[in-house]
T-cell receptor, first 112, second 115 residues
Framework: GQQLNQSPQSMFIQEGEDVSMNCTSS?????WLWYKQEPGEGPVLLIA?????ELTSNGRLTAQFGITRKDSFLNISASIPSDVGIYFC????????????FGAGTILRVKS | ETGVTQTPRHLVMGMTNKKSLKCEQH?????MYWYKQSAKKPLELMFV???????ENNSVPSRFSPECPNSSHLFLHLHTLQPEDSALYLC??????????????FGPGTRLTVL
């Protein structure tokens, strides 16, 4: 079945640093999504991407839908302590019944 | 607050117990989902309901039994679970599972521990 490889697995960065994480797959997707999960909560949608090459921002977050439709990245600029959490990528494919396929997550810790 | 609530938030049960997880969505959505989240693994889709009809069952063992009495409520009935079933169980809802722009909203999850 479809699989997403998300990296890095975890990051421990200094407050104010920029962060970059990505997801790759051997399969193509029609939609890429980025979610954030904080302790004790469910995932919350950050950014949704619907077209190959699309670059979308949400505040300090920027995500891109790769041209090949097989990858996506998420950047966080000038990190702050509340950015702590687990970030998940998810892909959606029409031929797969529009089900979401999730990456294993990137754990982000911020040192203030 | 995403509009999706789950109870209980934490559950500890023995392997011979029977318990149920409850999910309620206040968003007027038509589709509801159960996911299993284990540490360091991707979220695993378990069941999908659309307009109260089960449309997806992802090879889930029969010791997990879903129920969707109406479009706002979803249950997951548990019996004779195994310790490896310990995980965070997440409920989600979306307007309609048919669209690629159909955003799923997640509840906070139930942390299940099977002893």
């Amino acid at each position: 079945g479809q699989q997403l490889n998300q990296s890095p697995q975890s990051m421990f960065i200094q407050e104010g640093e920029d962060v970059s994480m990505n997801c790759t797959s051997s399969s193509i997707f029609n939609t890429w999504l980025w979610y954030k999960q904080e302790p004790g909560e469910g995932p919350v949608l950050l950014i949704a991407l619907y077209k190959a090459g699309e670059l979308t921002s949400n505040g300090r977050l920027t995500a891109q839908f790769g041209i090949t439709r097989k990858d996506s990245f998420l950047n966080i600029s000038a990190s702050i302590p509340s950015d702590v959490g687990i970030y998940f990528c998810a892909g959606q494919l029409r031929e797969y019944g529009n089900k979401l396929v999730f990456g294993a997550g990137t754990i982000l810790r911020v040192k203030s | 607050e995403t509009g999706v609530t789950q109870t209980p938030r934490h559950l500890v049960m023995g392997m011979t117990n029977k318990k149920s997880l409850k999910c309620e969505q206040h968003l007027g959505h038509n589709a509801m989902y159960w996911y299993k989240q284990s540490a360091k693994k991707p979220l695993e889709l378990m069941f999908v309901y659309s307009l109260e009809e089960r449309v997806e069952n992802n090879s889930v063992p029969s010791r997990f039994s879903p129920e969707c009495p109406n479009s706002s409520h979803l249950f997951l009935h548990l019996h004779t679970l195994q310790p490896e079933d310990s995980a965070l169980y997440l409920c989600a809802s979306s307007q309609d599972r048919g669209g690629l722009t159909d955003t799923q909203y997640f509840g906070p999850g139930t942390r299940l521990t099977v002893l």
